[in-house]
Structure formats: structure tokens, C-alpha cells
């Protein structure tokens, strides 16, 4: 059956990086766009970023834009997200996610999801 | 304000239909057929219940239906249940490859 699992969250300073990671498993990774979508403590969900199954297309929320940086490692089956000089508002729960749609078609909407890893930024 | 307006909650008693709307504010966004709904559960991944406007991914209970009138899109769930309390987020894909979500419509099942 189709698995993520993110890691990587915890506690950080405003203006510090953090590193997300999400194993992929149940499914040809490959084949499959995927997303971070995140959820701030007493907020809706928020998109944050897309990479293409190949890797050579991202897309970005404008919050996140030049500060934010969405990867994949076609052999360990992850995907990464490399967040710079964070905000507090950046504080949410990030969950992973895959697009319905494969190679050349992109569905941005998600059947599958992780459970999420909550991500703090605080002094 | 999101592009996406949905209602902040909406109630209904068991077995009765409610209906929950979402509403495209912005035209220049291309976002006329390509609106999703979302579940959540606090604490649990969100579920998808609808894509496509109207279509039910397998395994999601036919009381669940999504239809769209104007710049309109809605989720209608009949028969409700106690375990339908949640809150829904409509979602759409733009012609500018992002994704925006609406506010989240908070159900409560009374």
C-alpha cells in the first residue's frame, strides 16, 4: 500500500534552516508528481511546493518563494524540503503528499498523504 | 482573503443533507474545473473526497457529491453522519501552477 512518511521537524530559531524529508513506498516514485502541504497551528491548509515526477519542474507558494527548495532522490525514493531563514509563520504541520496525476499530467490533488511532521519556529 | 471563499461552519442533524460552498473570487485564475474536497480530521491526514468537481475517488461513500453552478463549486453530503464532523477545504489548481486551498468549512454533526 502507498506509504509517507515525513521527517525531520522540530524546533528552530527564526532565521535558521531546517531539512524535511518524506520516504515514498507503495507506489513507482518515479512516476509521481509530489507536494509539501502545510497546515499552521489553528489555520486551513496551505500549499507549499511541487516537483515534477522527473524533478526538472518546481512550483512554489509565493510565502515560500527563494526561501524554500523542494527535491527528490529518485534512489532512495524521498523527496526533501530545504526551508532558509524561517519565519514564524512558517510554524505548521508539513505534510507530504502525491499527485494524482503521473509524468506529463499534473492533477495538483491528493489522494495520498503522510501523517505530517510539525515544525516550530520560535526563539 | 483566499481566492477560494467557503463558509466559516456549517451544522446539520443526523441524517439530514447539508451543503458546503466554495465560491472563486478571482476570474484571472483559471480555477473553473478543477475544484477538490478535502476532509479533515484534527490530528489525522486529510482525506480526499472529491475531484475534478464531481467525481469520488474509490471508496468514498456515495453521500458525498460535489456539483458546480456559476463560480460556484459545492459538497453535498447526505445522510449525515456523527462521524462527518469535520472540517472540508475545497482546493483548485491554477493557471499559474499553484494550488490554493479555500479557508475550511468547520461541520458540526448536532
Known amino acids: 500500500q502507498v506509504q509517507l512518511v515525513e521527517s525531520g521537524g522540530g524546533v528552530v530559531q527564526p532565521g535558521r534552516s531546517l531539512r524535511l524529508s518524506c520516504a515514498a513506498s507503495?507506489?513507482?516514485?518515479?512516476?509521481?508528481?509530489m507536494h509539501w502541504v502545510r497546515q499552521a497551528p489553528g489555520k486551513g491548509l496551505e500549499w507549499v511546493a511541487f516537483?515534477?515526477?522527473?524533478?526538472?519542474?518546481?512550483y512554489y507558494a509565493d510565502a515560500v518563494k527563494g526561501r524554500f527548495t523542494i527535491s527528490r532522490d529518485h534512489s532512495q525514493n524521498t523527496i526533501s524540503l530545504q526551508m532558509n531563514n524561517l519565519r514564524p509563520e512558517d510554524t505548521a504541520v508539513y505534510y507530504c503528499?502525491?499527485?494524482?496525476?503521473?509524468?506529463?499530467?499534473?492533477?495538483?490533488?491528493?489522494?495520498?498523504w503522510g501523517q505530517g511532521t510539525l515544525v516550530t519556529v520560535s526563539s | 482573503q483566499s481566492a477560494l471563499t467557503q463558509p466559516a461552519s456549517v451544522s446539520g442533524s443526523p441524517g439530514q443533507s447539508i451543503t458546503i460552498s466554495c465560491t472563486v473570487t478571482?476570474?484571472?485564475?483559471?480555477?473553473?474545473?478543477?475544484i477538490s474536497w478535502y476532509q479533515h480530521h484534527p490530528g489525522k491526514a486529510p482525506k480526499l473526497m472529491i475531484y475534478?468537481?464531481?467525481n469520488r475517488p474509490s471508496g468514498i461513500s456515495s453521500r458525498f457529491s460535489g456539483s458546480k453552478s456559476g463560480n460556484t463549486a459545492s459538497l453535498t453530503i447526505s445522510g449525515l453522519q456523527a462521524e462527518d464532523e469535520a472540517d472540508y477545504y475545497c482546493?483548485?489548481?491554477?493557471?499559474?501552477?499553484?494550488?490554493?486551498f479555500g479557508g475550511g468549512t468547520k461541520l458540526t454533526v448536532l
Open positions: 503528499t502525491r499527485d494524482e496525476g503521473i509524468e506529463d499530467d499534473e492533477r495538483f490533488y491528493f489522494e495520498y
Open positions: 507503495g507506489f513507482i516514485f518515479s512516476y509521481y508528481h
Open positions: 516537483i515534477s515526477y522527473d524533478g526538472r519542474n518546481e
Open positions: 478571482r476570474s484571472d485564475l483559471g480555477i473553473y474545473n478543477y
Open positions: 475534478d468537481v464531481y
Open positions: 482546493s483548485s489548481s491554477t493557471n499559474t501552477k499553484t494550488l490554493l
